[in-house]
């Protein structure tokens, strides 16, 4: 019986082909599923445009409790219509979508029941600054249809921004707003889009006005339309887009006022359970806060361990913290803090990515059609924006995959961390996993596009190593700077857990890294902040990648010499964005089918 059930779930496992068996049921669920695909793109134009879809590029989402409220209700009726599917009558692949549209649903209705505790806007995203990256990096001009489309985009800032307002002022009442350092780096990034023309008379434009003229002037138009458009871009800037963020600044600085300095969500009401859940959505696994706490200073202890190899290898002598002090001090351990050295950066970034491109078919089956480039952070965000990450490319195809590296501080980017973030987020880590996604057939498009922490960031930390397996890090130190990358995910496990369990404050966190981490300190205050206003998400990477190791272990224990590395990684990406149990089932799956034959 087990290896029937066995070899029933391996169709889950390989390339996402529907089986033909019970079709009309399975046709049935997937007009469903493709219908409700469509409504949640027009209820999101944001989403839209960051897949290359231009349907609905004249708007933006609407973010009112109405629209919320609204949502809520049609997850309770997608649940009551999803019941009404003869799961039985499915075939295997459209019983795994079945699940999984389920959790969506579910997760839906939570996430509406603790609305008020997440915060809507901070330092690592928000409204404020998806509209900016929208228009930039979304929203292409190609004609005359595509250039009023943003225009109108641009004249419903104002609109948009009273709607986030209202909303920060109903989580105040309740209770809710995030810590004092916050909130110069909100006014900062906002305030970085109203400068320049037209908003004032310092020389140049201002960005949005900038990327409008230079996406305009490409386009194939005539001159007078395209001057009359840009005309018309200005007065949008100048009346509507400015004046909403305006009013958004305006409230941002009143509302930091009655701000603290308390870190956790501990603080906030139901902050406890608030954790708990996070938790448990981050990771897609029952986990307390007491368990992630003590798997990251088992972590932490074992990564150092290893680093300590690494100075007996250098021949190093003193202590670990010795090591940490001297590459931190050592002028050599970065590019130079110039044009040149930006430059130089990038230049060794698009040679690694290069390098690795063209021997990721020595470890993937399933590898990625779109291609990705390599792009330093806009200046207008950079303060605010992570040291590194990733954005998908649209379906379109209009443009590649991007990973972005800010280039700000080059004390937070040494040059022994280049290559490991570049696996992370470029090949084999992000673009890979997403890309690959988007090209499985027979899959729903909404499990082509989900969005599962466990599963993406645990496949960027993992492939971190799989690049060291591959002989990717040839010198010493750049085997530092990946093990330096591990460590500070296993410490965000205990930071995390510290922060929002344990009541720990802003600085005895940062303390904790400043002891226990190579990075500077600035660096590490700017990671602890990214906990304090994402609770929970931060421990993803760690659960992740130990999730995938055990199975591969155990696939490789399980099948010896006849183990393929190469259909191991298939199976993983094989099925798109998975929570972690439900991963575990299909490479168990996997194991026993092999185990049959």
Known sequence: MRKLIALSLAG???????????????????????????????????????????????????????????????????????????YGRLSAQDQLSYRLFERSLRNTLEAFDWRRQDYLLTQMGGMHRTVATTLLNSHPVGDRADAEAYIARLAGVRALMAQVVTGLRRQEAAGVRPPRFVYPLLVGEARNLVVGHPFDTSAGDSPLLADFRKKVT?????????????????????????????????????????????????????????????????????????????????EVARIHEQMRAIMEVLGVPGSLQDFFVRVREDPDSYYADSPEGRAQYLGDAQALLEEVRGRQGEVLGLVPRAQVVVRPVEAWRERSAPKAFYQNPPLDGSRPGIFYI??????????????????????????????????????????????????????GLYVERLAHEMGLYPQPMQDFGRLSLELMRAARL????????????????????????????????????????????????????????????????????????????????????????????????????????
């Open 218 to 298: 490409a386009a194939p138009l005539a001159v007078a339309l395209r001057e009359r458009l840009i005309g018309q871009a200005e007065v949008a800037l100048r009346e509507q887009f400015g004046p909403g963020y305006e009013a958004l600044i305006a409230h941002l600085r009143e509302s930091e006022r009655e701000a603290t300095d308390e870190a956790g969500v501990w603080k906030l009401p139901r902050g406890e359970a608030f954790y708990r859940y996070c938790l448990q959505q981050y990771t897609t696994l029952p986990v307390t806060a007491a368990q992630v706490h003590a798997l990251g200073l088992k």
């Open 12 to 86: 889950l496992s390989g390339l996402a082909l529907l089986q033909p068996a019970r079709a009309d049921e399975s046709e049935r669920l997937n007009a469903f599923f493709e219908a409700r695909f469509e409504r949640s793109l027009e209820r999101s134009p944001v989403r839209a445009s960051r897949l290359g879809i231009r349907t609905y590029q004249d708007r933006w989402d609407d973010v009112s409790e109405r629209r919320r409220e609204e949502d809520a209700a049609l997850a309770r009726a997608d649940l009551q219509v999803l019941r009404d599917f003869d």
């Open 494 to 597: 205990v930071v995390d857990t510290g922060l929002h369990a344990m009541k720990w404050t802003r600085e005895e966190a940062v303390a904790y890294l400043d002891r226990n981490m190579p990075s500077t300190h600035y660096d590490n205050q700017r990671e602890i902040d990214r906990y304090i206003v994402l609770p929970g998400q931060a421990t993803a990477y760690a659960v992740g990648m130990q999730k995938i190791l055990e199975l591969r272990e155990r696939a490789r224990q399980s099948q010896g010499e006849r183990f393929d590395l190469r259909a191991f990684h298939d199976v993983v990406l094989g099925n798109g964005p998975l929570p972690l149990p439900l991963l575990e089932e299909m490479v168990a799956a996997w194991i026993d089918t092999r185990s049959a034959t």
């Open 406 to 459: 800010n280039l700000y501080d080059m004390h937070a980017a040494p040059k022994y961390q280049l290559p490991v973030l570049l696996y992370h987020e470029a090949i084999p880590g992000h673009h890979v996993e997403t890309v690959v996604a988007y090209q499985l057939n027979g899959l729903p498009q909404f499990r082509k596009f989900a969005s599962i922490a466990a599963f993406s960031e645990g496949w």
